[in-house]
């Protein structure tokens, strides 16, 4: 087992200090350890203020703190210019900022986006109704059931009728980390934009903007230990230059007079009223507390813990995983277990205080594609041991000799 001192890890998270909790639902949301709980509790107690209009020193050290979770998170993604870096209330927001703000303003009939059929409902939906309204074409890059993508016809999917490329990085349900930049690579050849949806990969593993390329990515702060309501919309800064504005209100014009109004710089554009300061301070003391660890090291240690799990999971008789038989996937494993709803399954699971998601991960087309109508879904972190995969197995066990 790859070494992390997890004792230390596990006594930095309050709600660990219950010995009976058993949290396998990291990638809904994860934990917060006290270094981000306190960043925000010493701002609200210790220099609250409203940021980038205060000329008193307590406005300028939360504009200070503001901005300097910004950078942290550039830096964190190897973005070259925190301008790049625009505050939203998480993944989803970002992907509903492109779609109203670029992808409304720019694609016409005869028009086509590419998605997959692996995606959250939150890189579907916004895409449908962009669609919808400027009569664009919306696409499907296949699933196999191994739960990969099947990039077969991928030269036939991307053509020069294509204009935006929007692909999920690791999937909330299978785990499969995606060959997104040969899919990038493909789509630039018809100069699509390209986003990519990274909530499940960024908290896990070394993502950079830079060597991916991409136009847009997207992340939350919840899903790596940081505060909810808060994420990122990665872009390249003449894109966002160029963009219209989402929201409009404060903090996000220039001028303002009765018959019209001009535009703050980026990201501002993008930020309308009151910033999510509390949200972005945390958000960055969460950055912090993984580069102290190492993020490298988060992933191979989440890399041993899953291959812990996949071995003593199909161990255990009637018990269907899904995916995971080929190529690279991160730490999330969804499975069934044959005879027993997952709904009771993961009720059986809380009485011996494990917590695992049970249902469709909004992830519908997935489950259409599985034939099932939910799975069980055991996700892990760097808080999370091998003897909680052992309590997990003996509980499944359990439960299966009950319905038996
Ligand atoms: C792959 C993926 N994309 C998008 C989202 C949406 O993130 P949020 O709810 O933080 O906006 C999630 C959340 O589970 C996700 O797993």
Known sequence: MSKLDINKIRSDFPIFADKSLIYLDSAATTHKPKQVINAISNFYSNYYANVHRGIYELGMKATEAYQSARQNIANFINASDWRSIVFTGGTTESINLVAYSWARKNLKTGDEILIT?????????????????????????????????????????????????????????????????????????????????????????????????????????????????????????????????????????????MTESTWNDIPYKFEAGTPKIAQAIGFGAAIDYINDIGIDKIHDYEQSLLKVALEKLKSIDELEIYGHQTGENGAVISFNLEGVHPHDLAQFLDQDGIAVRAGHHCAQPIMNKLEVSATIRASFYLYNTEEEIDKLCASLRKTQSFFN
Not at 122 to 142: D, F, H, M, R
Not at 181 to 187: C, D, M, W
Not at 226 to 231: D, F, H, L, Q, Y
């Open 117 to 257: 059929e692996m995606e959250h409902h939150s890189n579907i939906v916004p895409w449908q109704l962009a669609a919808e309204e400027t009569g664009v074409l919306l696409k499907y890059i296949p699933i196999n059931t191994d739960g990969t993508l099947d990039l077969s016809n991928i030269d036939k999917l991307i053509t020069s009728k294509t204009k935006l490329v929007s692909i999920i990085h690791q999937s909330n349900v299978f785990g499969t980390i995606n060959p997104i930049k040969k899919i990038i690579n493909h789509a630039k050849k018809v100069n699509a934009i390209t986003f990519i949806d990274a909530a499940q990969s960024i908290p896990h593993s070394h993502v950079d903007v830079q060597d991916l390329d991409c136009d847009f990515l997207a992340f939350s702060g919840h899903k790596m230990l940081g505060p909810t309501s808060i994420g990122v919309l990665y872009g390249k800064t003449e894109l966002l230059d160029s963009m219209m504005p989402f929201m409009s209100g404060g903090d996000m014009i220039n001028s303002v007079t």
